[in-house]
């Protein structure tokens, strides 16, 4: 199983070998043949003390036990993935195909397509990719996005009557075709986000961000925090993975948005690391 773990309960477990030693958890994975999934924003943000002079935590220390382990990284563009997938087989009129977006090194999951220059380094260590790019000033989460985001919630709050969730959908896909510089040349736009948006397995990460976001935009007194954007970024993996832990503010909506589109995560989504590792 592919495993993603919030970072938080990453940090408790290699800083402070909690719920459990970091050896057992690894002897764990490896005899069920199980991966932990990382993506930028989950290293960025174990990487953090990195940006200031005061913390003790060593960080190449806790990235070095992380690579023990056996792990996998995410794609850094998996929106564009799946939009590419998808133009492919609605032009073919056939349905879209599984994706498997994983990469084998950090350094792919910092480039969107997944082809970085220093791919001509046969050993490339998660430590000395992170320490190379804190460097260079390249180490940065997303919470610098956080005002923006919560000025688009506080305009999509304060509509009177907002557009209904599959006629604003088009919008959505547009911008991400032009975002993701994808042709859609004699492919209508109009019709072929109404496809997408008919079955939540063809684009399965932009569909959950999609009905994520309306979800906590509909809870008006939900304050967003600046660490939104980082969970945000991680609830986009979750079509991917077998099992993902999250804080229970983002298990609920999650939860509502999967219910929202007639899909169940309660199987794969849970708020802790002991009732993750009672499922291995």
Not at 254 to 265: I, K, N, P, R, T
């Amino acid at each position: 199983m592919k495993i993603y773990l919030d970072a938080k309960d990453l940090i408790d477990l290699l800083q402070k070998e909690k719920p459990c030693k970091v050896d057992e958890l690894n002897e764990s994975l490896r005899r069920g043949n199980h991966q932990l999934v990382l993506s930028f924003e989950a290293v960025c943000e174990i990487s953090a003390p990195l940006a200031s002079n005061a913390a003790k935590t060593n960080v190449m220390t806790l990235l070095n036990r992380l690579e023990e382990m056996p792990i996998t990284f995410i794609h850094p563009s998996i929106e564009c993935l799946e939009l590419k997938e998808a133009i492919e087989a609605f032009s073919a009129k056939r349905e879209c195909k599984i994706l498997l977006p994983f990469v084998n090194r950090f350094d792919q999951t910092v480039d969107p397509s997944a082809r970085p220059s220093t791919a001509i380094f046969i050993n490339y260590p998660l430590a000395q990719t992170v320490w190379d790019l804190h460097c260079h000033g390249a180490l940065k989460g997303y919470e610098r996005y956080a005002p923006k985001m919560r000025a688009l919630f506080a305009t999509d709050r304060s509509l009177k009557t907002p557009p209904t969730l599959k006629a604003h959908f088009a919008t959505v896909i547009e911008r991400d075709l032009k975002t993701c510089k994808i042709s859609c040349e004699g492919v209508p736009v109009q019709d072929f986000s109404n496809w997408v948006y008919e079955n939540p397995n063809r684009c399965p990460s932009i569909r959950l961000g999609y009905e994520l976001w309306h979800q906590i935009g509909k809870n008006k007194t939900d304050t967003l925090e600046d660490s939104d954007m980082e969970d945000y970024q991680h609830i986009l993996c979750l079509p991917y993975v077998d099992l993902m832990t999250l804080d229970k503010r983002m298990h609920h909506y999650v939860s509502q948005a999967g219910a929202g589109m007639g899909l169940d995560y309660s199987g794969r989504i849970f708020s802790s690391v002991p009732d993750v590792l009672g499922r291995l």
